[in-house]
């Protein structure tokens, strides 16, 4: 009896994976009004139905894919996280972390860019996306506080940490670039120096 309720739990995730994907792809390749729940079920390959016992409705279904890729990348960033080193051996972590979860995960990254340059992005709340890289903006007021990093706003200072990772790992944003371990390093250096004191 015990392994009947175990497999049907692995059951539930799966089908709940088959959704969070179905839900990425789908917006990917149609924007999110064309995105219905009938045809992202389709493409989960569950009903309808099955859709609302995880979600109240479609908004809830791409807000909570939104955040749960948030999660996905905050993971990723902090993957082995310490911030016992210095500040800027920290950031090139973060970086290295980033632009190779992005590039792995495109997907991912396509759709949490167009879901927050859509209207859905106001029902999710900011403080608890930020949250999850609470330690990234402890390190950066660290290194402000030390002298290291130029005290301007975190907004501008992702520009130069952020936006670059996003372009170099995106193959749409990049083009022809062929992206090698030299230019990964040449463009952290670059960033480095556009925010360090």
Known sequence: MIVYFKNMRTRDEL??????EATV???????FVA?????IAREAG????TIYIYYKNKEDLLVSTYKAIKQK???????????SLPVRDILKKLWDNGFEYISIHSEYFH????????????????AEIEKLFEPVFKVIERGIA???IKDVPFEVLSIFIYFPIMTLSNK??????????????????????????
């Open 146 to 148: 030390q002298k290291i």
């Open 111 to 126: 759709f949490a860019e167009q879901f927050s340059n859509s209207p859905y992005a106001e029902m999710v709340d900011r």
């Open 46 to 49: 569950v009903s309808p139905a």
């Open 25 to 31: 792809k789908l917006v990917n390749q149609t924007g």
């Open 172 to 197: 749409r944003l990049h083009g022809d670039l062929i992206i090698t371990d030299e230019i990964i390093e040449s463009a952290f250096k670059m960033a480095w120096d556009a925010i360090r004191y």
């Open 73 to 83: 990348i905050g993971v990723a960033f902090l993957k082995d996280f310490d911030d």
């Open 35 to 39: 995105g219905s729940v009938a045809k």
């Open 15 to 20: 089908k709940q994976e088959a959704i969070f």
